[in-house]
């Protein structure tokens, strides 16, 4: 792929002298990684130069999925022990932090995201102990630590539910939710049209303690993920002590799970159609992207530079431009939020373009640093998006598109596994699929990728680690998912020492970025 700044590789006309300082670097990352120089230079315990205020501006944090990275204890999935036991591979291939996806108390509906307690390790992952031995660890290695916080919505096995559910209507343990009366003459319709993510209504009826039905409420994802009433006093003291409890256990911020859609319009009015699963990100909602989520994200930046050591807060932000992202990190707010404009652009220079120039221009305008990324845990892995011409084809462009993005400025997320060059797994059994959009939703192929759209389990199939092993050395047993057998070829095992494999290109192009000062940076 040529520069997403030409569609021929040479300067564009007018282009700026950041852009030719990245496309120059770019282009000497393809020549040293094609000549093998720089994968077969690194040193085996590369330098990690202390990050002061202001890491997280060009950092490259690493997410990991805990429950598919690594597993101590043969159960399967994936573990705090684990991440901790692998954290040198981070280490070594030159990440700045890494970002594990919740592992609090759940009843893992939606694979850990329906919190019953915020302040509990689940028995699954571990103990609070080993979360306490991950962050000493990492910040050993001089790795960041930055957690998940899941502020829309709580379980519905939380404490606080189940006092709700117990509470008559319009009882004070019902205001930290949103629950309201049914429309039609006995209250059988739902108070509005909103549908959840996963599909279907967003709202569920209850029942009362007589057995008779009662109100309902809402949850803009799974049934088991009942939405958090912001407007609630109580639910705001409760998350600043749940964000102060995570912090003085050292760890070095938060990625705010739906920071886009912890306010709700007033008066929960209508949309007016179907499928507005499809509006997200490209218009402001009635439940999405309203304008009061930003005073909680200023009292939580308040909160965030109490602390010493530059401690972090990320939007996890669906927005319909650039610059309404761009509101996210004004300098009261957070200091970062996920690019998925960029995310979502198809593989077209121009159009790559096109969001580059956007998203800078916005990010600058407020002063913060643009974040670049490529997957993640919600969406089709970037090796089979980009795969339209064969996975050979999307392996080349997943590569091109990794050197791209750590050659621009700002902050780059890395979703584990794409350093292997892993592709998105789409014939996993139906029995073994856990994603609660699966259920909700029928799948047809017919708008997604193979049949994967709206579906996540195939790109959280956990790690291959070695060449052998029941689960390539995931762990001492199998795995929750069950990898592909070619995944053999694609371990960490197979690929180290190879000057033509995913993970050397991946090491090199890091050892890179972190030589030339003018790459993250932007000057």
Same mark, same amino acid.
């Given at each position: 792929?040529?520069? %997403?700044?030409?569609?021929?590789?040479?300067?564009?006309?007018?282009?700026?002298?950041?852009?030719?300082?990245?496309?120059?670097?770019?282009?000497?990352?393809?020549?040293?990684?094609?000549?093998?120089?720089?994968?077969?230079?690194? /040193?085996?315990?590369?330098?990690?130069?202390?990050?002061?205020? &202001?890491?997280?501006?060009?950092?490259?944090?690493?997410?990991?999925?805990?429950?598919?990275?690594?597993?101590?204890?043969?159960?399967?999935?994936?573990?705090?022990?684990?991440?901790?036991?692998?954290?040198?591979?981070?280490? &070594?291939?030159?990440?700045?932090?890494?970002?594990?996806?919740?592992? +609090?108390?759940?009843?893992?509906?939606?694979?850990?995201?329906?919190?019953?307690?915020?302040?509990?390790?689940?028995?699954? @992952? &571990?103990?609070?102990?080993?979360?306490?031995?991950?962050?000493?660890?990492?910040?050993?290695? &001089?790795?960041?630590?930055?957690?998940?916080?899941?502020?829309?919505?709580?379980?519905?096995?939380?404490?606080?539910?189940?006092?709700?559910?117990?509470?008559?209507?319009?009882?004070?343990?019902?205001?930290?939710?949103?629950?309201?009366?049914?429309?039609?003459?006995?209250?059988?319709?739902?108070?509005?049209?909103?549908?959840?993510?996963?599909?279907?209504?967003?709202?569920?009826?209850?029942?009362?303690?007589?057995?008779?039905?009662?109100?309902?409420?809402?949850?803009?994802?799974?049934?088991?993920? /009942?939405? *958090?009433?912001?407007?609630?006093?109580?639910?705001?003291?409760?998350?600043?002590?749940?964000?102060?409890?995570?912090?003085?256990?050292?760890?070095?911020?938060?990625?705010?799970?739906?920071?886009?859609?912890?306010?709700?319009?007033?008066?929960?009015?209508?949309?007016?159609?179907?499928?507005?699963?499809?509006?997200?990100?490209?218009?402001? *909602?009635?439940?999405?992207?309203?304008?009061?989520?930003?005073?909680?994200?200023?009292?939580?930046?308040?909160?965030?530079?109490?602390?010493?050591?530059?401690?972090?807060?990320?939007?996890?932000?669906?927005?319909?431009?650039?610059?309404?992202? %761009?509101? +996210?990190?004004?300098?009261?707010? *957070?200091?970062?939020?996920?690019?998925?404009?960029?995310?979502?652009? /198809?593989?077209? %220079?121009?159009?790559?373009?096109?969001?580059?120039?956007?998203?800078?221009?916005?990010?600058?305008?407020?002063?913060?640093?643009?974040?670049?990324?490529?997957?993640?845990?919600?969406?089709?892995?970037?090796?089979?998006?980009?795969?339209?011409?064969?996975?050979?084809?999307?392996?080349?462009?997943?590569?091109?598109?990794?050197?791209?993005?750590?050659?621009?400025?700002?902050?780059?997320?890395?979703?584990?596994?794409?350093?292997?060059?892993?592709?998105?797994?789409?014939?996993?059994?139906?029995?073994?699929?856990?994603? /609660?959009? @699966?259920?909700?939703?029928?799948?047809?192929?017919?708008?997604?990728?193979?049949?994967?759209?709206?579906?996540?389990?195939?790109?959280?199939?956990?790690?291959?680690?070695?060449?052998?092993?029941?689960? +390539?050395?995931?762990?001492?047993?199998?795995?929750?998912?069950?990898?592909?057998?070619?995944?053999?070829?694609?371990?960490?095992?197979?690929?180290?020492?190879?000057?033509?494999?995913?993970?050397?290109?991946?090491?090199?192009? *890091?050892?890179?970025?972190?030589?030339?000062?003018?790459?993250?940076?932007?000057?």
């Amino acid at each position: 792929m040529t520069c %997403a700044h030409s569609t021929t590789g040479a300067p564009a006309k007018g282009t700026s002298a950041p852009c030719k300082l990245f496309r120059k670097a770019l282009q000497s990352c393809y020549v040293r990684a094609m000549t093998q120089e720089l994968t077969t230079s690194l /040193p085996t315990e590369p330098v990690r130069p202390s990050k002061g205020p &202001g890491w997280w501006r060009d950092a490259v944090i690493y997410q990991v999925y805990v429950r598919s990275f690594a597993d101590s204890d043969g159960d399967g999935i994936g573990d705090l022990r684990g991440v901790r036991e692998r954290l040198p591979h981070l280490a &070594g291939l030159g990440v700045d932090a890494v970002w594990l996806t919740p592992f +609090y108390a759940s009843p893992q509906a939606d694979g850990g995201y329906d919190v019953a307690d915020y302040r509990t390790v689940d028995p699954l @992952f &571990g103990t609070l102990g080993d979360a306490d031995d991950l962050v000493r660890t990492a910040h050993e290695l &001089g790795l960041k630590v930055i957690v998940d916080v899941v502020p829309n919505h709580s379980s519905d096995q939380h404490p606080w539910f189940r006092e709700a559910l117990a509470d008559r209507p319009g009882g004070a343990a019902r205001t930290r939710y949103h629950f309201r009366s049914g429309r039609g003459a006995h209250g059988e319709l739902p108070p509005n049209d909103w549908e959840s993510v996963f599909g279907g209504p967003a709202w569920t009826r209850t029942t009362d303690p007589d057995g008779t039905p009662g109100e309902w409420y809402l949850h803009l994802f799974a049934p088991e993920q /009942p939405d *958090l009433n912001w407007d609630s006093p109580e639910v705001r003291a409760e998350f600043d002590s749940v964000l102060r409890f995570w912090l003085d256990l050292g760890v070095d911020g938060f990625r705010i799970d739906v920071a886009h859609g912890m306010v709700k319009a007033a008066g929960l009015p209508d949309i007016g159609r179907t499928e507005q699963a499809k509006l997200i990100g490209s218009q402001v *909602l009635p439940f999405f992207d309203q304008d009061g989520v930003h005073e909680i994200h200023r009292s939580w930046r308040r909160l965030l530079d109490s602390y010493p050591g530059d401690r972090i807060g990320v939007a996890e932000a669906w927005a319909p431009t650039s610059e309404r992202l %761009a509101l +996210y990190v004004r300098p009261d707010e *957070l200091h970062q939020a996920f690019n998925f404009q960029f995310l979502k652009c /198809p593989w077209d %220079a121009a159009a790559m373009r096109e969001v580059i120039d956007e998203s800078l221009a916005a990010t600058r305008s407020v002063g913060a640093p643009t974040t670049w990324v490529l997957s993640n845990h919600d969406v089709v892995r970037h090796t089979t998006r980009y795969a339209d011409g064969g996975p050979e084809r999307g392996l080349a462009r997943a590569r091109a598109a990794a050197l791209l993005t750590l050659a621009l400025p700002g902050s780059s997320y890395l979703y584990q596994g794409e350093e292997l060059g892993l592709p998105e797994v789409t014939d996993l059994p139906d029995e073994l699929r856990q994603d /609660p959009a @699966f259920f909700r939703t029928s799948p047809d192929g017919e708008d997604g990728q193979n049949g994967q759209d709206g579906f996540r389990d195939g790109c959280r199939v956990p790690l291959p680690w070695t060449r052998s092993g029941e689960s +390539y050395g995931f762990g001492p047993g199998g795995s929750w998912l069950p990898q592909p057998d070619d995944w053999s070829g694609l371990s960490v095992e197979a690929q180290t020492g190879d000057p033509g494999s995913t993970l050397e290109l991946y090491r090199g192009a *890091l050892a890179l970025r972190r030589e030339l000062p003018g790459l993250g940076t932007g000057r």
